[in-house]
């Protein structure tokens, strides 16, 4: 076979690769676009939808029941696993939708006062991973009792200025996977958890801003993983443990404005209360 032959060849090969039916994974066997969003899920969130209303026009406007707005995993504030196509992320947050944490102008607001996400998406995406719903101040403490589904699911649970309300409940006792946890910014009240020195994944907690009372809890020497404790204006008391000195992952901490004694004397700076 000639040289020129050959080249001839390889060109009409990748031509024949390139063109063929789902060869890049986005269509279907009749040439649609391959949908990854499972539809009961869709539905879900289209109910999740109706709980909103909208301060400014547009901003949910990605979620749809339009035909070209079928794949729910290109919905803003939606993330989807790629193998199974079901919902793994769901961030209902005003800074997503364009807003700002720091303003009190809010794009999205529920309309009720409890957040119940519908059976559908509760029965079929049990591996829910992210979550964040801060900055929605009509969330209650209701949300603690679906959050029980996703105890070995959820990475990334973000709750902070979402007004709750009470103790912090035991569901996060068995939530081992947790790395990211902020409940700053409501009215929890009563001593912190033991079983949070039990959760060893955890690399960001935040608990400032709340109604806290009692000591910081030793079980926090467990926390191996921790970078980021927020423990901020609330009403702990007692000395400043001493194993924070030991944490050697962590990089922020905030214990300001409690009415603890003590220095932390760390390698390099020397924080005090």
Not at 42 to 56: K, T
Request: net charge negative; glycine share 8%.
């Amino acid at each position: 076979m000639s040289r020129s032959s050959l080249h001839i060849l390889i060109v009409l090969v990748a031509f024949l690769i390139y063109f063929s039916p789902g060869a890049l994974g986005a269509t279907s066997g009749g040439g649609e676009p391959r949908i990854r969003c499972k539809e009961e899920e869709r539905q879900a969130l289209l109910r999740i939808r109706e709980d909103f209303y909208e301060l400014e026009d547009g901003v949910l406007s990605s979620w749809g029941k339009e035909e070209e707005r079928r794949e729910c995993c290109e919905w803003i504030g939606i993330r989807c696993d790629n193998p199974s196509g079901h919902v793994i992320g769901l961030d209902l947050s005003p800074s997503t939708f364009g807003g700002h944490n720091d303003s009190p102008i809010r794009v999205a607001c529920l309309r009720s006062s409890d957040v119940v996400l519908p059976p559908l998406l509760l029965n079929s995406s049990k591996v829910l991973a992210i979550l964040d719903l801060s900055d929605n101040v009509r969330v209650s403490d209701s949300i603690f009792r679906w959050l029980l589904n996703y105890n070995y699911s959820l990475v990334y649970l973000d709750l902070h200025r979402c007004n709750l309300k009470g103790s912090i409940p035991k569901a996060f006792r068995n939530m081992s996977a947790l790395t990211h946890l902020d409940l700053a910014y409501n009215n929890l009240e009563g001593s912190i958890p033991d079983y949070f020195g039990n959760m060893i994944a955890l690399e960001h907690l935040d608990l400032g801003d709340n109604q806290q009372e009692g000591s910081i809890p030793e079980s926090f020497v467990n926390m191996i993983a921790l970078a980021h404790l927020g423990l901020h204006f609330n009403h702990l008391e007692s000395s400043v443990p001493e194993y924070f000195g030991n944490l050697s992952t962590l990089a922020h901490l905030d214990i300001g404005k409690n009415n603890l004694e003590g220095s932390i004397r760390f390698v390099f700076l020397n924080y005090r209360v």
